[in-house]
């Protein structure tokens, strides 16, 4: 993992014996680590008054027990699962991890019909519509379309009444419906997939590059920035710069795309590139 600056120290958050108490909501941090980021596999966790959710859980079961386990967290204190789309990097585990934890999954009616010869059974199945605002715990999520080549692709805001971050990864551009969303968050989850001239010199068939290069694809490293800059405000603390490419990116072009393009905003946000392996350390916001 890349990053810029100094990150607080991570802590473990467990879940209380009888869930989330809402009484401890406006008070409590927010916590996000990204677990893991990229084509190999994706999950965020997120936590906050001892309730913890994953958005994606794309690699196996074992794997990201593997990764929690790392950072000191715990399986057990999950109270969710969140999917933004049925590509296999976001679900691999999701079924999994639903049955042995016994955790609800949340994903759009469409996802889940495209998703289910993938997943087997859940333990338990809810649907949302992008647009429309639902509640997690202490979380409320609201989710909203995006352009990747899916049945219903997602980014989403999350708050906990007090910090809001939002996640906008696998998306081939960013539409004003995106900025709007991500204009007020603290904390944000951008895609720096891939460097444009990489790329194009790179190993894929020109259809896969045609692909990635499209509306229906994912943001290059110089179309992240653009997204920064264009939701910038006074309160954004943290940026995280995800689902790089292994091929058509590295996080040293991103860091040096950052400086080209972003160098005035690097004194007063903290800015992290998340990695395939290694994700990110936790990030509170406090």
């Known amino acids: 993992m890349q990053k810029l600056g100094t990150l607080p120290a991570g ?24 677990l ?8 965020i966790y997120i936590a906050s008054g001892g309730f913890a959710i994953l958005v994606d859980a794309g690699l196996s079961g074992v794997a990201l027990q593997r990764r929690m386990a790392a950072r000191g967290l ?23 991890l639903s049955r042995r934890f016994k955790l609800p999954v949340h994903m759009s009616r469409r996802t889940a019909a495209a998703a289910a010869g993938q997943l087997g059974k859940m333990a338990e199945l809810n649907h949302f519509c992008c647009g429309q605002d639902f509640d997690i715990g202490p979380f409320r999520l ?3 379309s995006t352009s990747h080549d899916a049945s219903d692709p997602a980014g989403f805001t999350i708050s906990n009444g007090r910090y809001k971050i939002g ?24 895609e720096a997939n891939h460097d444009p001239e990489m790329l194009i010199q790179g190993p894929y068939p020109w259809p896969l590059k045609q692909r990635i290069k499209s509306r229906l694809g994912h943001l290059s490293n110089p179309e992240a920035m653009e997204l920064i800059e264009a939701v910038c405000h006074r309160r954004l603390r943290h940026v ?12 040293q072009m991103v860091i040096q795309t950052l400086h080209q393009k972003l160098a005035h905003l690097t004194s007063r946000i903290e800015f992290h590139v998340a990695g395939q392996d290694c994700g990110t350390d936790m990030i509170r916001l406090e």
């Open 36 to 43: 893991a980021s990229g084509s190999k596999g994706n999950a």
């Open 167 to 190: 996640l906008a990864t696998d998306l081939g551009t960013a539409t004003g419906m995106v900025k709007v969303h991500l204009r007020d968050c603290h904390l944000l989850i951008v």
């Open 240 to 251: 995280v710069l995800a689902h790089l490419s292994q091929t058509n990116n590295t996080p």
């Open 74 to 96: 715990d399986p057990a204190s999950l109270g969710a699962i969140v999917v933004t789309h049925e590509h296999s990097d976001h679900i691999n585990g999701v079924g999994v």
């Open 142 to 144: 609201h989710p909203f």
């Open 11 to 34: 802590r473990t958050v467990a879940a209380e014996a009888d869930g989330f108490r809402p009484d401890e909501a406006q008070d409590a941090c927010l916590e996000v680590c990204v």
